[in-house]
């Protein structure tokens, strides 16, 4: 149903600021965040259709470009879904200043790779104070040695003469305990950055709402700073 066929209470902006946004359900709220459908479909069935078809956390995860590609989502409304879903990530995680711990690293980053269905390998570029200078994704799909080539780790480092790297992955399974494979990359990169002069600063898996530190070699949740 169209947004004009239905009564003035039962639409989500009348309803919103009548009752609040507590009381709307998830698809109100996003067809209040893309504002209009199209001719051939309500927004309200577009947002149904988004969520039954990927729910929120996935939704959060997509690209513009993959949010564009879906019937009803250009790119002027993918940018205004990614632009809220990262307001929120902001807001929850509280960024710190700066990164004295793998709790920090998890605050920052948790959030935007924990529900993802594709491993992203990420490097947060730090300065001497191990504040953030840049945060870089480079590779998602499998990870492997061959697609994490140390070339492309320290390319970025060098250019913005890091004082030293965090390296951080999600699995998409949940589990972030670290695989043999994982623990082999970050061998062969510390080694590489040794011979660069950046420090390799950790290595931290995030799973979902779980993180692990292979520096540590534990599941960190606070305490000790870098």
Do not use: W
């Amino acid at each position: 149903m169209f947004i004009s066929e239905m009564r003035p209470d039962q639409r989500p902006r009348e309803r919103l600021l009548s009752s609040g946004t507590k009381e709307l359900t998830d698809a109100e709220l996003l067809a209040i965040i893309l504002g209009k459908g199209t001719p051939q479909a309500p927004v309200l069935d577009i947002a149904h259709h988004l969520l039954s078809r990927f729910g929120l956390a996935r939704l959060a995860g997509l690209s513009v470009a993959e949010l564009s590609s879906l019937q009803g989502i250009g790119k002027v409304k993918a940018m205004q879904l990614l632009s809220v879903f990262e307001l929120q990530r902001r807001i929850k995680r509280g960024v710190p200043d700066r990164i004295q711990s793998p709790k920090d690293v998890y605050r920052l980053c948790g959030p935007k790779y924990e529900h993802l269905d594709k491993e992203h390998f990420v490097v947060l570029l730090l300065d001497t104070k191990h504040q953030v200078l840049r945060e870089e994704v480079v590779s998602v799909g499998t990870l492997s040695a061959s697609i994490v080539h140390p070339r492309e780790v320290f390319k970025s480092a060098i250019k913005e003469s890091a004082h030293g790297i965090i390296l951080l992955h999600n699995h998409p399974s949940g589990d972030a305990e670290p695989s043999e494979e994982d623990r082999d990359i970050t061998d062969q990169l510390v080694q590489a950055g040794e011979l660069l002069g950046i420090e390799i600063i950790d290595h931290i898996i995030i799973g979902n709402g779980s993180f692990h530190s292979i520096k540590t070699g534990k599941d960190y949740r606070g305490g000790k700073d870098y």
